[in-house]
């Protein structure tokens, strides 16, 4: 079965959520967008809630709109989801036969069946407590009237499984561990097998006592406890077990190594915090191929955690071998170079409230994709986390505005602010992209004959913005003639050589002094540019522009 849609209201950050999700879903955005909230409140739905009865819902899951709200107060949470087939006769004519016979099947005017299913929270004022309850519902959505049985029926259909990014080797391989438990059942062998591992075990003990003569003093002393306390009948009431002689016992003890790099067998708990992460999502993929349940939904958490950059780009290879439908949250840009296209969806807050984009949906031609997935996607993903990017034409500007920031005391990155190069692609792209994912813009152009073009493209995408809050143009021709303009001449000038002096045939209170003084040294403007922030710093003035686009952008940022 497969899940389509996640409707999500009131549960903790998240209000009025809808999602459309294919068989994998990569979920993406800033802090506090909502992405642990929706691998939550699927747990809720198909794996905690079981029930009518009590309440699986904690008061800190219900929605608290301020600082004064109660969870008491607090509008009732709802989680509706949709499994539906993506075209006709795809689901097995078993499966449909068992739904059906719960009553909970709905078939649409195409033919394709459906499992519409929520599950809500509130609380009572008359029990003082918080309550529970689910159903199923029509395509109408209005609700079926089923046996209670019938959730049980989706949960062995569904099952629900949730890899948390907090991974704990030592935890997740011992004994206890949910996904290595059922691997260590001694259920899995004949009477006979288990009989004949039993004897050998004994076998093997025996000789390691025997041969540890240290031993008899141990079983010597410890048999004068039946002299004050009665042990039983007997007298080999004290044994020494080297090897546990049950099998149980032996398989509780199973332990995993994983080679170092000297090849010596270490136990996967003691190796570093990305090994161990990797090992327990392997052993999640182990227990999937052999022990899931159902049509496994698998819940990834930041797959990533602790992973170096080189083995994220080559973990997607691991997640896709991974049996199921995926839904994963993920913070690292690398991992999103290697995620299909049509898999991520972004959440961010709109006016207050989470809301989602899916990258399928920007509309892009053929030309545009394939610029976006080289210049943003695979070489940049990290920017599709920003809240707001500043469009520069060039490297100028982004290597010299966040150092601008920093010595403003105003850091771009706690904003949420990314600075890109626009220059080898389409300012228009950008636009168009920000726009789709729900990322601010702020556009600095130049005042050439390109940066004209880009000026106009960027008024035909206002979309009703103000132009003077998101669009500012260098005065002159481009951004370097403006920081000449702008004082930091001597700077350019100190990168003069005989040759490139002879470049310059105007005196330096001539217009175009800038533009043949920049077009000189034009192999070492980076250098001016790091030179230029070197002189900032020691006291000299911020050329205004900076200041007011760098302004503009924390705006931007910090609105909702």
Not at 167 to 172: F, V, Y
Not at 536 to 550: A, C, D, K, T
Request: hydrophobic share 40%; net charge negative; charged share 25%.
């Amino acid at each position: 079965m497969n899940l389509r849609h996640i409707s999500i209201e009131n549960f903790r950050g998240v209000t009025n959520l809808g999602l459309e999700i294919g068989n994998t879903a990569v979920l993406i955005g800033e802090n506090n967008t909502g992405k642990t909230a929706v691998l939550d409140g699927l747990r809720f739905a198909l794996r905690d809630v079981r029930s009518r009865r009590g309440c699986a819902f904690d008061e800190y899951d219900f929605h608290l709109s301020d600082t004064s709200a109660e969870p008491t107060g607090a509008p009732p949470i709802n989680i509706r989801l949709i499994f539906r087939e993506d075209e006709p006769n795809q689901w097995p004519e078993q499966q449909v036969a068992r739904l059906n016979r719960a009553g909970i099947a709905q078939s649409d005017a195409d033919g394709r069946i459906s499992v519409i299913f929520k599950v809500s929270a509130c609380f009572n004022p008359d029990e003082q407590d918080y309550l529970q309850d689910w159903e199923f519902q029509n395509l109408e959505g209005n609700a079926l009237s089923v046996h209670d049985s019938a959730i049980s029926i989706l949960q062995s259909e569904v099952s629900y499984y949730y890899l948390a990014a907090l991974r704990d080797a030592a935890k997740h391989f011992g004994a206890k561990g949910t996904f290595w438990r059922p691997f260590l059942k001694e259920s899995q062998l004949s009477p006979e097998m288990r009989a004949e591992i039993e004897d050998r075990l004994s076998e093997v003990n025996d000789l390691i006592i025997s041969s540890h003569g240290s031993f008899d003093q141990v079983i010597e002393r410890l048999r004068e406890v039946q002299h004050v306390i009665s042990m039983g009948n007997g007298e080999d009431i004290v044994s020494v077990e080297a090897v546990p002689a049950r099998l149980f016992d032996t398989l509780s003890k199973a332990q995993v190594n994983l080679n170092s790099d000297t090849g010596a067998k270490i136990p996967v708990g003691r190796h570093g915090e990305g090994t161990q992460s990797l090992a327990v999502l392997t052993l999640f993929n182990a227990f999937l191929q052999v022990w899931s349940r159902g049509a496994p939904i698998v819940a990834l958490e930041e797959p990533e955690s602790h992973l170096h950059p080189s083995a994220i780009r080559a973990l997607w290879q691991l997640i896709e071998r991974i049996p199921g439908q995926k839904i994963i949250s993920t913070h690292s840009g690398d991992l999103l170079s290697e995620v299909p296209f049509e898999s991520i969806i972004r959440l961010y807050h709109q006016s207050g409230i989470i809301t989602a984009r899916r990258m399928i949906d920007i509309p892009l031609d053929s030309t545009q994709r394939r610029q976006f997935n080289y210049h943003i996607r695979q070489a940049r993903g990290e920017l599709l986390f920003a809240k707001c990017w500043i469009l520069g034409e060039g490297e100028t500007e982004v290597t010299l505005i966040p150092e601008v920031a920093r010595i403003l005391d105003k850091y771009l990155e706690r904003c949420g602010i990314r600075c890109i190069g626009y220059r080898h692609s389409n300012i228009g792209l950008f636009i168009k992209v920000a726009d789709s994912m729900g990322i601010h813009w702020i556009a600095l152009t130049d005042n050439d004959y390109q940066g004209i073009k880009d000026q106009e493209e960027v008024r035909d995408s206002l979309n009703g913005r103000d132009e003077n809050e998101v669009l500012f143009t260098v005065p002159e021709e481009d951004i370097e003639q403006y920081l000449c303009v702008s004082g930091f001449s001597d700077v350019y000038e100190s990168f003069l050589t005989s040759q490139s002096l002879a470049k310059i045939t105007v005196s330096k209170d001539n217009p175009q002094y800038p533009k043949q003084l920049t077009k000189a040294v034009h192999r070492h403007k980076i250098a001016a540019v790091n030179k230029i922030v070197g002189e900032i710093q020691n006291g000299r003035s911020i050329p205004p522009l900076f200041e007011q686009v760098i302004d503009a952008a924390i705006r931007r940022a910090n609105s909702q």
